[in-house]
């Protein structure tokens, strides 16, 4: 069976992030995550988590001063007091909701990114979320999406990851965005799936609901349940018409498309 996640950083994002978990569980996903629900007293989101039953997969460390484009701090020399006080906010609040993971954002490479630092703060991130029975995500960005992503290529995350050496550090296996890396995601999935944390999806190279495209996800989803993934999909897309009739075809390997 497979079961969806609707990231709230783009879907029903218009009505406040309490609704939109009740509205997420009405229009029939599993499990919901999101980017940065910091605005909100984490009273109020497990209030709506716990109403509806809804697991909270994910939230993002915030990314920084945006007036000056930055896209995470992890990574950036210099920062590290800024860096973990982030993680200790995202982690604090993860542990409030009952989310399972945070997505530990790296920055730019243009804004003093290093390997070492990154793996200094994902250390620090790893042992604290630890504590507390929480993951720790990184994910690969393509840079059309994300310019000047530190993190651009799985094989960089594979990398960090066996640097730092802590076990609830994972992959966020993104469909579109390693699409848009390079396509070959079996492949790709396959080398590196021991590592995978969380699965997302979309069309590509549009983004938006992912029933049309590059990638045929009634095939690819149960495809990538078979060779081991149990966890829900992560339905991170930008939406175009507004329908959720892709649930249904997406949902079985017999559905299919044509893009």
């Known amino acids: 069976m497979i079961r969806f996640s609707a990231n709230l950083g783009f879907l029903f994002t218009d009505r406040p992030l309490p609704e939109a978990i009740l509205a997420a569980k009405a229009a029939g996903f599993s499990a919901v995550e999101c980017h940065w629900p910091y605005d909100f007293d984490p009273v109020e989101i497990k209030a709506a988590l716990d109403a509806t039953g809804l697991p909270m997969v994910g939230i993002n460390t915030l990314r920084g001063d945006l007036t000056r484009g930055e896209n995470g701090l992890a990574a950036l020399s210099g920062r590290e007091e800024e860096a973990r006080s982030v993680i200790r ?138 060779l081991g993934y149990t966890g829900v999909f992560g339905a991170e897309y930008k939406p175009a018409t507004g329908s959720m009739d892709w649930m249904e075809s997406v949902s079985h390997r017999e559905g299919g498309f044509t893009g």
């Open 89 to 226: 906010r995202a982690v604090e609040y993860a542990a409030a909701i009952g989310a399972a993971n945070v997505h530990v954002m790296a920055g730019r490479k243009g804004h003093g990114a290093e390997t070492a630092t990154f793996v200094a703060n994902l250390r620090f991130a790893a042992e604290l979320a630890g504590a507390h029975g929480i993951g720790i995500l990184i994910e690969p960005l393509n840079p059309h999406d994300a310019p000047d992503y530190f993190l651009n290529s799985i094989e960089t995350a594979r990398a960090v990851i066996e640097t730092v050496g802590a076990p609830n550090l994972k992959i966020m296996f993104d469909c579109y965005h390693q699409q848009r890396l390079g396509g070959e995601l079996i492949g790709t999935f396959l080398r590196h799936k021991d590592l995978i944390g969380h699965v997302q999806f979309a069309s590509a190279p549009d983004r938006a609901e992912p029933d049309h495209g590059e990638v045929d996800y009634a095939w690819l989803l149960p495809e990538l349940q078979r």
